[in-house]
Every structure is written in C-alpha cells, then in structure tokens.
C-alpha cells in the first residue's frame, strides 16, 4: 500500500503518497510517513484535530482528482464497469481521458495484469488525467496517447469507452479495434447523441445493443423517519452498451 | 478461454464448458468443441439455425445460471461492487450464497489471485451456488461454507456482503471480521430492514454510511422515435454500504 | 346523482346509468334501479356475490370506457388538469378525441358551466369518444367536432389540449384560439415530437413553456414491510405546457 | 376577474387585486387598475421595465403566498385533486392550513358553487392561510375554523385532505364525516407515516387504499440537444388515497 486518504470531520478528503519519511499536505502541514502507516483505520491528530487515515477506495481516488469538471458520476462509473465487462488482466481503450477518473476506475478493475490506453485529441487534457492517474499511484498500468480515436484505436481491445462529444463517429474504429466479443460503451448527456450513436452501432455487427439512464435515490435513515432524499441528483447521462461479433445471425 | 456462451436468434443463451472434443447441449445436441474454439465471436450453425458463440461475460454468467430464483439484478452489482470497491487480488465474504450469483460476479472482479468465500445456513442453497460457480469456472477461486454469519465470519476480509433477511444481525460480526477501511455491503428490499441495519452500523466504528436506491430506465432509439422504455423495472432493493474504521472521530 | 358504479370483489367495474325501473348489465343480469339508488357506498348481493354501489369518480368513468385503446394514465391527467389550469366555468378544447378518456377528465374539471369542444379527424375515433361521454351522463357539457385542428380552432379558448401525433402542425392554430392567458398543453411519447413542439412554440409569444414527466411508483405498505412496488409503469409521455401572451417581453 | 398577476423579465411574479382606481404594489410603485384591466396578456412598462399582466393560474397563486414555507408541489396538488376526485360543487374538509397552498387549490377546483373548510390547530396558521385565500380572492368559498380534525369534522365531506403529522390518528374521524363514496388523501414524507395511516384504514371501510409517490422531471428542449434536467427534485412526500364505504364486501 502506498497511497491513503486522510479524513477530516468535515467530509473533506486529501490523497497522500507514503514516500520518503516526511510529506507535506496542502492545508495540514508536514506529516510523518510512519505515522501514516501505521494508523491505517485509525485517527491521528494533526493541529489539534483529528483527521481518519483511510487506505483509497476507487471513491475516494475520484473524490480527490485534481481539476476534476465535469466528472462522470460513481454510479455510472459503476454500471459502464460492469456492463462493459471490464476485468482483471483486461486490455481496455479510453477516449477522452478527461480529467482521469474513469482512467483510474478502468486501471483498478483491470488490475496490475490488465492495461489502459487513454487518448485524448488535446494534449491539455492528456496532462491533467495523467497527472491524476500518477498521483492514484496507477501510472504503470495506464498508457497516455494523443491522437483522434474517429481515425484509428489500437488493436485486440476487450472493451472501448467512449466519453466524447460524437462517439459516433468513433464507432467504426472502436468495432475494428476490439476482439470478437469485446464490449463497447458510449456515455452521452443528449437523446441525440445516443440516438447517432445506436443507429450507427445498429449499422455493424454488434449485437445487445442497449442504451440506459441510471437514476440513483438517496435513502435518509433516521431513528425518527426514513424517506428518499429531498435533494436528488438529476440526469447525468445516458450509457450505451454494444457487443461486437464477426457477424450477426 | 474455457468456456462459451451460445445465443440463438431469441436470445436464448447455454453455457458451455470447452473440455474433451464434444459436449451434449440440452436442446442443441452434440456440439465439437473444436469448431466453438474456432468460432469465438462468429456464428456456427447447428440443426439449421445459425448461433453465436461469445466469451461469457458477467451478464452471461448470471444469465445462464440454473435455478436462479430472486438473483439480485445486474444494476444493483454493478453498484455493489464499485461501491464496496471490490478490485482484483481482494477477499471477500459473502452471505447468503443465493444461486451464486453475486458469488460469480465477485469472483470475476477480484481475479485469480482474490479469494471470495460464501456463506449459507441451508445446505441446498450452498449446494445450488456451488454449481452455479463450477459450471462458470471459477470454483478455484470461491471457497462455500455452511455457516450463520450472524456469529462468526472469517477475519481479515476487504469486503463483507450481507444478501440476507436480517443483515442488522451480522452487522458485529462483519465489522469484526473486516480489515480496517474494509467495506460493508448489506441489500434488502424493504424500508424496514434498512433502518434496523443503518441503525446498528450507526452503533460501531462505521464511517460514510449511506443507503441508495438504483432505479434503471432503457431509452428505446428507432429511427422514428426516442423515448423511456414504457415498461419499466421498479424496485429492487436498497443497497446500504459502510466503511469500517477502528475508532469514528 | 344518474350514474353509479358496481364493484365486485375481483376490481371489476361496472358503469350503470339510473334511469327508468330496471337495468340490464352484461354479466349481471337485470339489476333494480331503486335498489341502485338507495345502496350508495353500500354492498348489494348480485347472483350471490356481494357488490359495492359507487358515486362514479374521475378515475372509475376513466376504467369504464368502452373501448380505451392507448388511453393517457390517471397521474398525467391529473397534472394536465392542474397544469394546463383548468378550472369550473372553463371552455376548453381538446383534439384528439381518442377514446374520450380526456374529454371526461376535462367535463368533470370545467363542471356544469363550462365547456368542452372535442376535435378529431376521423368519424370513427368521434363515435367512440362521443359514446364514451354519453355514458358517462356529461353529453350536455361537450361538443364534438370533426374537424381538423391544425387549421383552425374555435376562439376563446381557456385551455387546448393536444393529445396527438404531430402537435407542432397545430401550435399556429392554437395560439390564435387561445384567451390570453390561456395554456396549450401538448402529451406526446416521444422526445423528437416534443422538440418541434417546444421549438415551434418559442417563435410565437408562449411563455413559461415547460416539458415535464412524471413518474408514478407505487408503495407497498404491510405490516411486515414497506417498499416501492416491484412493478412499475415506465414511461408514458412527456407533458409540454405553455401560456399564450400577446407579445413576449 | 378582479386579480392579475404581474410578472417580470427575471421570472418574478406580483399578485394584484383590481380594486379601487389605483394599487400600490411593493417594489413596483403605485399602478393604474384600469391599465392593468385592459392590458390581460400584454406587456405594460413600469419603471422602464417590461412586465406582463397574467390572469392569476393555479399555480401563479401558489407561486405569490405570503409565508409559504413547505408547501406541497404542483405535481403533488394536482395529483391530489384528481385522485381525490375533487370537482365543481363539492364540499371538502382540509387539515391543516398550511399556508393556505392547498387551500386555493380546492377552493378553485370546487368553483363557485362549492365549498372548503379548513381545520388548524394554530391560530397563527389559520391567520396565514386565512390572508393568502383573501388576497386570491377566494374567501367567499373557503371556511377556516380552528379545531383539531383529530377529534371532530364536519359531517357530508365529498373529501377529505390531511395534510399534518400524524394523519393516522385522525382516520376515524375523517371516515365518519366522509360521504359515502367520498375520498381520503393523506400526504406525508415519511414511510412510518404512511405505514400508520394506510395500517389504521385497513381497519375501517375503506376501499382502493393506495399510496403513490410522484417523481416529476423536467426535460431541457434545445435546438442543439433534448435531455431530462441535470438538477432535479427528490422526494416531496407521499399520497395516500382512500374510498369511504359503508361496508367492505
């Protein structure tokens, strides 16, 4: 373990690498490596307050992204994860690379067996996620590309992800790259989008093609009263899923 | 590769093993397994209808499941998993074991070298799951134990997930068995059951404990039209999950 | 009070209109008019089996129609009631007529001193709705109209209501029929149909337009557990309303 | 009409009683009446500033109350009317006031013809609702009455509305001064709350006791893309509706 997140009461998270002996965080001041080590689950007080040192969780690594507009939600990280199926020692393609969270969440479910490969057209983007991603402690397992997957991705991927404006016009590539069987997912805001998207999927031979919007309620569990929240997370975005097949029957 | 899922133009699907040089398909007849291992992604015909021969994914594999009554629905593991962040190498522990649904889904997540082992008070349950797993090849990496998580479970586990009636039971039980920062995850259909379980988590060192409800909507896209799917999954269930630490603050 | 309903143990309804002696209803035989009358909210035994006699609500006039194909859900007449802000005294008009389902939500709301004008281009769907509303005793209320909506619509409209596949073509016609201040509300499945319309309407002066859609879940409530319903309606339709103005500022 | 109401670029609205040669209206100065009586649906400039002049909507009415906090939704409102079957000439019985919300609601849905009383324990609250029904100028309909429904209501109720914290406890009562055939609706936040009500109605005659929650999205409509809003509201409460009869069957 190299890396845990420190917790303050107020909910707010800071991710910190143990190397060396001593580290200095932004707000907190130098804190001792060995100390941090060896309160994994435990709290430790610093400046007076007390703070839980917590080994990272995939939430927590999204929680503390640097630069981090615009991320896709933990839900639907959750359901492109598996409806994808995305497992250890996978090969998978990412494009854009974002801010890196779904990087980072592709780099954990493929394990230290599996391999990511990022691109992204703009070179400002690729250095933000990279950054991100080497920060998660994951840079060995993740591979950085510029370049424009709507013109070619690498070949013999299990799975493609794709989170871009027009991933429709990446669809071709994406059913060239990916092995038989190999799963593709689009993540769009707009009906449009998805509407492209699926119609052009429907054109090549992917078969379960299936588009959904996953809604995520709030359960509030009182001693006094339980009720959904009142305060709700609205639409976030639509997630499509295809198969590719040589042929479809 | 050992196995292959079979998908016929009704969307039926059989699970195959690829051992020996034939297998007997119920329904199918005699099939060689050379030409499935030859087939992978393409179409093969068998008495006249063409099938697809596909890599199982995780959908497939609860999909084709024997006996699968009341599994838990692919949304709802997809969130257990990211959100009790199940990764490759982890060990986990289940109870109930169910069909062996959840059970099979673990198993991929956390790779050849994780561990899962499954719980059930009833030997049958335990019996029906343990085949499930075998007829998905991953019995070398689940291990199935007659036993009431409600008083002991193995220590040292990543994640602790709860399918069960009264999951509040098990609560001190799975806190004690969790390695520090580990997850707990407990899935139960009614308002009820959670608040017994939020209410007892709330009692120990459990940190981040939040309760949600995944509502899934299929966007259907024609040409011709976009709009929700008119039929509609409802409730599943409430997923609540907790992070263990050794003290709150 | 000239109709009741009869309810038998299985949720079956029956609309029986109270007029002369006696009245034969299909499947239970010729029942007593007084008998009717003088068992309001109470059971009568019909061939042995015990009946309730109903004051027929809103909802009851909206499951005894005859021939109610495709009819719009109870929750979206409701909001388009409120929304669209029909109120007693209110001269409203609807196209199309469908099964007349609408047109009797709209009677009750406007009562005795309004008025309903029912368009439809087909003969056939105005004998069935015209029928529907007969039977239902509001024939004195409502009017109903061949005619096509997209040309022209009768002045001094409260409220239009669209209820059919191209609303966008009638916007035009709408909006001159309107009162100002009147509301034009349009019901349509899919999200292309509710693009025109809003785009239509934002050339003209509308304002407040607005697209909504509701979602009904059902919660089950026992002694032994509380939940959302397992079953669900899924979509139906997207609900636009606007309020006409002489001129936008 | 004798009420308009007045609204701005920013979307906010003023309600004004036509009274009188000249109104003085907080933050808009003093206003002409016959102005606004002749300008319905238009554009009038107060203070260099373009405002229109609307014919008050239901729910223009509830957007303009004084002291409005916690008000039930339009969604809420409209579904209670209609599943309540409340209509022109009907009497209905309300507890609490609130601020008077649902109060204008029923009053403008029952029209001239018919009748509201409204039931609060607190003097302070039926002085809020009191003042926001005479200035939408409905008090001629409406009768509020200090009492606690818990113990008494009036006798001949065609509805019956509590909206309050413990409506369970007011079951009986409001099922003895329901008509026969008339309607319960109990609206509450909490699931204990509707366990309590919907357990206490079961015991009496009650027919089609059904509780629903509503979830309303809006959806964005733009030349550029369609999709449901980003910000949503979560859960407002539950409705609970119910059908007196003499005896169940």
């Not at 435990?42 to 007390?50: P, Y």
């Amino acid at each position: 373990m190299d890396r845990v997140v420190l917790l303050d009461k107020r909910g707010r998270k800071w991710l910190v690498a143990l190397e060396g002996d001593t580290v200095s965080v932004r707000g907190l001041g130098v804190l001792k490596i060995e100390k941090l080590r060896t309160s994994i689950g435990d709290a430790i007080t610093i400046g007076g307050e007390s703070l839980l040192v917590l080994r990272p969780s995939a939430r927590d690594l999204a929680e503390t992204l640097s630069r981090k507009a615009q991320i896709i939600t933990a839900k639907d990280v959750a359901l492109l994860l598996y409806y994808a199926d995305v497992k250890p020692g996978d090969f998978v393609v990412e494009a854009g690379s974002g801010s890196g969270a779904v990087t980072i969440a592709l780099a954990r479910a493929v394990g230290e067996t599996g391999r990511v490969v990022s691109y992204d057209i703009r070179e400002d983007s690729l250095a933000v996620a990279r950054e991100n991603v080497r920060r998660a402690g994951l840079s060995d397992r993740v591979e950085f590309r510029q370049g424009d997957v709507r013109i070619e991705i690498d070949a013999g991927a299990d799975a493609v992800i794709l989170d871009m404006l027009d991933p429709w016009n990446a669809v071709h590539a994406a059913h060239k790259a990916l092995k038989p069987c190999g799963h593709l997912a689009t993540y769009s805001p707009n009906m449009e989008q998805v509407k492209e998207t699926v119609l052009m999927m429907q054109k090549l031979p992917f078969i379960e093609v299936r588009t959904v919007e996953l809604l995520e309620r709030e359960l509030e569990v009182r001693e006094q009263g339980v009720r959904p929240a009142f305060a709700s997370l609205g639409h976030t975005g639509y997630l499509t899923v295809a198969r590719k097949v040589l042929r479809r029957v």
